[in-house]
């Protein structure tokens, strides 16, 4: 085996783009890699940084796939830094004193935040801004405080004063030079942003340089600006650009830049032969990259030449950028200053309306070189490309920035050339689209996932969308959406069917728009819409052949075909008396008996010809059906609450109660699951569920699209600060929408991914009522909650529904059950545990 | 003689068109007796050879490719009610009963255990 020993120190945003880069090229198992990582968790998401500022979730942020190093047998050192590097040796020691060996050598360190020399940038409550350990602090610093400041007002500087803003300091922004984002944008541009920053609360001082930091009087700090100018402050963060972390590279005697950063050339090789450097600690063409899409770019180029392709090279990569500060859009592109000889500049500003922008046109008129935009970079996408691709323009250079009369020249994806890179992060052209959607890919998130095309900053992701469609066009394609072979339509199709035409049967659906007997996938699924048009009960004559046995028996088949029962808890709040019902019936059937992640308790091992006796002892203590079984409301989870906790800041039980008991029985395309919390502090979990409330000073806070499971998301904030009333109506409108627009079996978390026009335009809809539909779904929802009923109680009082209930037409009981005692309950035997049982019998 | 071999398990009443029924067989075997809406009957094992549970009577009815066909309720395979053939997995076919009405009593063709 010529097993080459790969060794890469640094595992961040590159590193592990490199990781892959290489993994996806060794087929052979190659390479034994090992990475050193001196942070103590592996690779996270650096650019989505601030997100941690909201939820916390370091995990989130992970861009380590599960299972990763172990499929590809690599070894992950973290918390381990590498001290020195021979290479005469070719060794790496590490501050644990291990001599690594290796063949090939990989820098990709980063940088580091660079701290002006001033006086007292050591003193305590003085921070930076890389890491989730410099969060951490920052989070921590922030008890206490009152008053925070950033050193510097570049793209950085401004999301860290975001983050201060959002920890509810009074967040002041001091910047040396004389404008904020001084690269990216002009005075103008510059103007304008600091305008919109002060409006939202944050006090900007340009043109300002520290130069000292004291003791304060009023706080912590005071920093000293020269001229008897002074700002106080409880916590300061510098974020003033970034430098090369070249320590070791320099150490073992690498070639560096007069001003740091370890020279590369376009192979991404260092001075040695033996060792790459790639992302912000290289200097390729004497330049530092700063940004992660060129970082990526020079990660796939060093693990291609590793691998041998001689070919691949890294050639310096497109600065441009787009991205929202503070709420405020800001994009720049190419040359954003005009620096081009007889480059042009017009330009549009409407102060009012907080927008600039800015074309810079080539001196012949017809070719874009960049651009600046700030308050509305909706066009970036398109000016993006004519720039890049370095197209003539389709009209008048004050056409691409003015708001004409009529609609801007819209560039179509059709327009792109093959060529036309579409996702600069991940370096996909649009002939790489079209490939995947060739090869089958029908779906942006399967266009995503095979070409990683919009994964990273997302910017990139209407054009993504109008590349799919285009194409799809263009090769004919009508993505088939039907159910199944009985029905040529969609599940919003049938819905939509169903509500017109006022049907009530599936024979009547299947005799008018079907054809054939229908199938296990067609019958449930109309079973659901029909449930939630009409709300009927799903065991009546006529919609009992549809279920799906958990609905058929309203309870949950397990693996032995018995099924487990769950009472609805609204808001997990329990009596002592109630629960003790529970553990008597439970004991009284034997029912194995565990905790639902829903707050409520699940009693598992109930044959179906048990389940009304179980039923009608929990009835009449009080209890109701849960839906456990059903495609529908599940729970409203909830933490206690101002009724007890110290914290709680709203009645979160009292409101979760609500919303349970509003929307118990409501069946949807998929189950819906809630959670209301009492504070910001989210004890409920509440942005994990498809419908997530948490509680403000003011009211509520709603969260929408949320997910476990699987692939978790987290809810979107929805709207904020609403009263009882208009959560409740806004709760209706999107659940009904939902019910309406989603496909089958696609919980929330999907059909949001899959909505055009995204959280903006489900915004629209339900709060601004824009398509006009807030009366008829307000009404839907109203005929939902006035016909519930509790379907078990309906069925004890109905013999003809409670005949269903046994296993055999012609006998009592079901004698091949077999089961196995373990911590004191029992389960199903597996198979290998069955055989020596009945042997015995 | 094959007469003697038919027994009866219910009325055609007692099974809901367009659902199935168990039914228990001597020597511990279980049929799944199925109505469809257009009032055939179907029995076959009600053993799902996938999850080993007994469970095929309580599974959806439907057509696929023209053929007639319950679902598992458990890992959604199909069988065709006609010659038990599993539609997922070649070698997977459940025995299939002969099933007739006779003055309102649904009989089904049992053989002898072997």
Known sequence: MNEQKVLLIGHGMVGQRFLEALTARDTGRRYRITVLGEEPRPA?????????????????????????????????KLGTRAEHIDRQARTVRTDSGETLHYDKLVLATGSYPFVPPIDGNDRDHCFVYRTIEDLDAIIAGGEGARVGAVVGGGLLGLEAAKALHDLGLETHVVEFAPRLMAVQVDDAGGGL???????????????????????????????????????????????????????????CGLSLGERGGVMIDDHCLTSDPDIYAIGEVALWDNRVFGLVAPGYQMAEAAAAHLDGDREAAFRGADMSTKLKLMGVDVASIGDAHGATPGARSTVFMDQAAGVYKKAVVSECGKKLLGAVLVGDAADYGTLLQLCLNDMDLPGDAAALVAPAAGEAPALGADALPDTAQICSCNNVSKGDLCAAIDAGCHSVGELKAETRASATCGGCAALVKQVLDTE??????????????????????????????GIRTFEELLARHGSGHGCDVCKPTVASILASCWNEHVLDPALAGLQDTNDYFMANMQRDGTYSVVPRVPGGEITPDKLIVIGEVARKYDLYTKITGGQRVDLFGARVDQLPAIWRELIDAGFESGHAYGKAMRTVKSCVGSTWCRYGVQDSVAMSIRLEERYRGLRGPHKIKMAVSGCTRECAEAQSKDVGVIATEKGWNLYVCGNGGMRPRHAELFAADLDDDQLIRAIDRFLMFYIRTADRLQRTAAWRENLEGGLDYLKAVILEDSLGLGEELDAQMAHIVETYQCEWRATLADPEKLKRFRHFVNDEGDDDLVYVREREQRRPAYPHERIPVLEDA | MMNEQWRAVCRLDDIEPETGVGVRLPDHRQAALF????????????????????????????????????????YKQHFCLDTGQCLEDEGVRLSVYPVRVSQGQVELLVEPSP
């Not at chain 1, 650096?46 to 172990?70: H, K, Q, W």
């Not at chain 1, 005071?222 to 320590?247: K, N, W």
């Not at chain 2, 009957?41 to 599974?59: E, I, K, Q, T």
């Open chain 1, 44 to 76: 996270y998401d650096r650019v989505g940084l601030t997100r941690y500022f909201a939820d916390r979730d370091a995990a989130a942020l992970s861009l380590l796939p599960d299972g990763f190093l172990e499929e590809h047998g690599i070894e992950l």
């Open chain 2, 35 to 74: 109505r469809t809406r257009d009032d055939r009957l179907f029995a076959l094992d009600n053993h799902d050879p996938f999850s080993h549970a007994n469970v095929l009577a309580r599974g959806l009815l439907g057509s696929l490719q023209g053929r007639r066909v319950v679902a598992s309720p458990i």
């Open chain 1, 472 to 501: 799809l066009e263009k090769r004919g394609v009508a993505v088939n959406n039907h159910v199944c072979e009985h029905f040529a339509h969609s599940r919003q199709e049938l819905y939509h069917l169903v509500r017109v035409d």
């Open chain 1, 193 to 251: 942003l600091r305008d919109k920053i002060q409006d939202l609360g944050v006090t900007v001082h340009t043109g300002t340089g520290t130069r000292a930091i004291v003791d304060g009087q009023d706080h912590r700090h005071r920093m000293d600006f020269g001229d008897d100018r002074h700002l106080e402050t409880d916590l300061i963060v510098f974020s003033a650009g970034i430098r090369p972390q070249d320590t070791l590279a320099r150490e």
